[in-house]
């Protein structure tokens, strides 16, 4: 399964709010796809599980949705710490799967 | 939870490396693990991913053959070890625990990653 994610940057302001696509190959189940947040020179932080799940202590700022092969991350009203890359990945055989990311900068 | 790389270095092409893990916060007999690498500038690959107890391992098709993924519940130990290694494992390498709630469907928490440069 290849996950295509768009756009590849997003440029918005502090409190605007960013919409992020991740588009699955085939059917992906919704328990499987999780979303990650990585902050230059950081480790990937896991943001949601189970395709709508906040991780633990995630801002409630960030929301998940999505099934199928359609997944989209929301992030309402954007935070300075905010700006990042952002990873889609689904489990499937036994793998992990990443898409390419999306840049969020300013 | 802590996981703590290291092993990273510059090796030779068609050298081999093993790279180590070390955990604590959590009861590391109880976690699946996986290694996942990001070569610079670029995105996030899925290395491998070993069960709780060692016994079921899962590779990528580019490293399949290559890298062997291992664990010492003992000793809350991670290991990857790399041979016929190339220019294209290149990358950071970090380790991170399967998860959340014992699911090796996500990676819940990460370490911060050990440098692989091949190179002659």
């Known amino acids: 399964i290849v996950l295509t994610q768009s756009p590849g940057t997003l440029s918005l302001s502090p409190g605007e709010r960013a919409t992020l696509s991740c588009r699955a190959s085939q059917s992906v189940s919704s328990r499987y796809l999780a979303w990650y947040q990585q902050k230059r020179g950081q480790a990937p932080r896991l943001l949601i599980y189970?395709?709508?799940t906040r991780a633990t202590g995630i801002p409630d700022r960030f929301s998940g949705s999505g099934s199928e092969t359609d997944f989209t991350l929301t992030i309402t009203r954007l935070e300075p710490e905010d700006f990042a890359v952002y990873y889609c990945q689904q489990f499937g055989n036994s793998r992990l799967t990443f898409g390419g990311g999306t840049k969020v900068e300013i | 939870v802590q996981l703590v790389e290291s092993g990273g270095g510059v090796v030779q092409p068609g050298r081999s490396l093993r790279l180590s893990c070390e955990v604590s916060g959590f009861s590391f007999s109880g976690y699946a693990l996986h290694w996942v690498r990001q070569a610079p500038g670029g995105g996030l690959e899925w290395v491998a991913l070993?069960?709780?107890?060692?016994?079921?391992?899962n590779y990528a098709d580019s490293v399949k053959g290559r890298f062997t993924i291992s664990r010492d519940n003992s000793k809350d130990t991670l290991f990857l070890d790399m041979n016929s290694l190339t220019s294209e494992d290149t990358a950071v390498y970090f380790c991170a625990r399967a998860g959340p709630l014992l699911s090796p469907t996500a990676a819940d928490y990460w370490g911060q990653g050990t440098l692989v440069t091949v190179s002659s």
């Open positions: 070993i069960s709780y107890d060692g016994t079921t391992t």
């Open positions: 189970g395709a709508s």
